[in-house]
């Protein structure tokens, strides 16, 4: 009589250890993904890109605001996850300090330009080199227009500065955030007054201003105007321990175009993931090579379940 109950009591003992099986396809540690985000737009828009592939696969996000020191003490102490934005040469201080804290994934984007960039018709009056510069210290005011405070952008400035190069030595740097400076240039260009600020591509700053980067700084930005590789970095371990997020990451490589389209989404209006989203949906054929060897966090094929995801 009691037969009914034991099979009852069995078949929930089954349900339970297969739904167990199923959410054990992740760990736990591993179902939040928590990325840092500086506040530059283009990593943001390669977070919104990244969060739109990891929700698809069963993942939640935490995108937490932050500057770049404060980025690399987050991977030190376990409270970042990922970084998409380890710019380099830029960040090589940063590198070495906290190389026992952190894993090195890839490249994920090539080509970058990084150095000082005035507008058209500054470098058409004459400033057309990091020489240049004091030569028209008045019309500047002596001043740089950085990002946000403590970047080493902002401290590459301040050692040319300390170094006296190209006569710099009485020059400061204005330390504003991405905003705040694209802001003063956009005030400078309506009254075509001088502006040398921090300019780099991928960005929305190469459409919307008529703008040209300036040769001469290799011994502080680099050669070919300070072109920079961006690799995806990740806390010390988290390979091993969060193996199929680790797997997306080592596939996933980004573009020049993808990432000035999916800036230019947002300049219009969308929210990152809206753009990422879009992006996603016209160039399906990306995620075949992202998605190799990546499952959901219940073990089903990835590729299957964001391609049907970005469909809905």
């Known amino acids: 009589m009691k037969m009914p109950a034991l099979k009852h009591t069995l078949l929930a003992t089954i349900v339970t250890a297969a739904a167990g099986s199923s ?3 992740v760990p736990e540690q591993c179902q939040t993904v928590t990325l840092s985000d500086p506040g530059w737009t ?7 890109i990244a969060s739109t592939v990891l929700n698809a696969l069963g993942y939640q996000t935490d995108i937490k605001l932050l500057a770049v020191p404060i980025t690399f003490e987050g991977l030190k102490n376990d409270e970042i996850d990922v970084f998409l934005g380890n710019w380099m040469p830029a960040h090589q201080a940063f590198r070495e300090q906290y190389q026992d804290d952190l894993d090195v994934v890839r490249k994920n984007l090539e080509g970058v330009k990084f150095t000082l960039a005035v507008p058209e018709y500054v470098y058409d009056a004459g400033v057309q080199s990091f020489a240049d510069l004091n030569r028209f210290a ?3 005011g002596e001043r740089f227009y950085g990002i946000d405070a403590g970047s080493p952008a902002n401290q590459i400035l301040t050692s040319m500065i300390e170094d006296n190069a190209f006569d710099l030595a009485n020059w400061r740097v204005v330390e504003s955030g991405e905003q705040g400076m694209l802001s003063q240039v956009a005030r400078s260009v309506r009254r075509e007054k001088f502006i040398v600020f921090l300019g780099w591509e991928p960005h929305p700053m190469n459409v919307n201003f008529d703008l040209k980067y300036l040769p001469g700084g290799d011994e502080y930005f680099g050669p070919d105007y300070g072109s920079a590789t961006i690799y995806t970095i990740t806390r010390q371990g ?6 199929n997020v680790a797997q997306l990451l080592e596939n996933m490589q980004f573009t020049l175009d993808m990432e ?8 219009e209006g969308r929210t990152p993931v809206e753009a990422a989203n879009e992006w ?6 990306i995620l075949d090579s992202w998605l190799e060897g990546v499952t959901t966090t219940s073990g089903e094929p990835g590729l299957a379940a964001v391609k049907q995801a970005l469909s809905m």
């Open 23 to 25: 959410l054990a396809a």
């Open 238 to 243: 988290y390979g091993e321990e969060c193996t």
């Open 280 to 285: 996603l949906g016209e160039h399906p054929e």
């Open 42 to 48: 283009d990593i943001t828009a390669t977070n919104g």
């Open 260 to 267: 000035n389209t999916v800036i230019a989404m947002t300049d």
């Open 138 to 140: 008045k019309e500047f």
